[in-house]
T-cell receptor
Framework: SQTIHQWPATLVQPVGSPLSLECTVEGTSNPNLYWYRQAAGRGLQLLFYSVGIGQISSEVPQNLSASRPQDRQFILSSKKLLLSDSGFYLC?????????????FGDGTRLSIL | GNSVTQMEGPVTLSEEAFLTINCTYTATGYPSLFWYVQYPGEGLQLLLKATKADDKGSNKGFEATYRKETTSFHLEKGSVQVSDSAVYFCALNSGGSNYKLTFGKGTLLTVNP
């Protein structure tokens, strides 16, 4: 069966520091991968998605970047964190190349910027 | 473009009450429809899905029917429990080349004993 791992679970960082959040998927090949942010309240904002290695699409211009160095690895980064980067970050995957598939989410990373 | 509208709540019910969370959508083509649940401090879990008109998705006592004529996918449960307290998201996938999901804003459900 497929599993998705996200780490760390919680992170406290000072303003201006760098960020690296990692997500890996097991049990499937060539998945679509996604990064979301859930700010205060409940809404989900899609940040990046990827349909293959090295292929990144950005949904919202911002202080963050994403990379996919391996088929099942998706990394969210920042060179200098802002206070507004605080939030709950979720990684997700879906079956690649197949229509109408659901996305499956990791447990999330709670990021607090001080 | 695609959009999902769901009742924002919050919804507060007593244990064993009947639950309905309304969801309507706008989409091109023939979307698949999903309900996700998010328990406090956790990620989203797929609760149920329906891929074509008149399909009924069901799981853990929850169910929702894909109604193309009313573009709706309302979530229902006959008897809620305290453990059902969570945020519920309606979502759709209209296929295409990137397989993105369009989410509603979420509905917070609180069930009191």
């Amino acid at each position: 069966s497929q599993t998705i791992h996200q780490w760390p679970a919680t992170l406290v960082q000072p303003v201006g520091s760098p960020l690296s959040l990692e997500c890996t998927v097991e049990g499937t090949s060539n998945p679509n991968l996604y990064w979301y942010r859930q700010a205060a309240g409940r809404g989900l904002q899609l940040l990046f998605y990827s349909v293959g290695i090295g292929q990144i699409s950005s949904e919202v211009p911002q202080n963050l970047s994403a990379s996919r160095p391996q088929d099942r690895q998706f990394i969210l980064s920042s060179k200098k964190l802002l206070l507004s980067d605080s939030g709950f970050y979720l990684c997700a995957w879906s079956v690649g190349g197949v229509r109408n598939q659901p996305q499956h989410f990791g447990d999330g990373t709670r990021l607090s910027i001080l | 473009g695609n959009s999902v509208t769901q009742m924002e709540g919050p919804v507060t019910l007593s244990e064993e009450a009947f639950l309905t969370i309304n969801c309507t959508y706008t989409a091109t083509g023939y979307p698949s429809l999903f309900w996700y649940v998010q328990y406090p401090g956790e990620g989203l879990q797929l609760l149920l899905k329906a891929t074509k008109a008149d399909d009924k998705g069901s799981n853990k006592g929850f169910e929702a029917t894909y109604r193309k004529e009313t573009t709706s996918f309302h979530l229902e449960k006959g008897s809620v429990q305290v453990s059902d307290s969570a945020v519920y998201f309606c979502a759709l996938n209209s296929g295409g080349s990137n397989y993105k999901l369009t989410f509603g804003k979420g509905t917070l459900l609180t069930v009191n004993p």
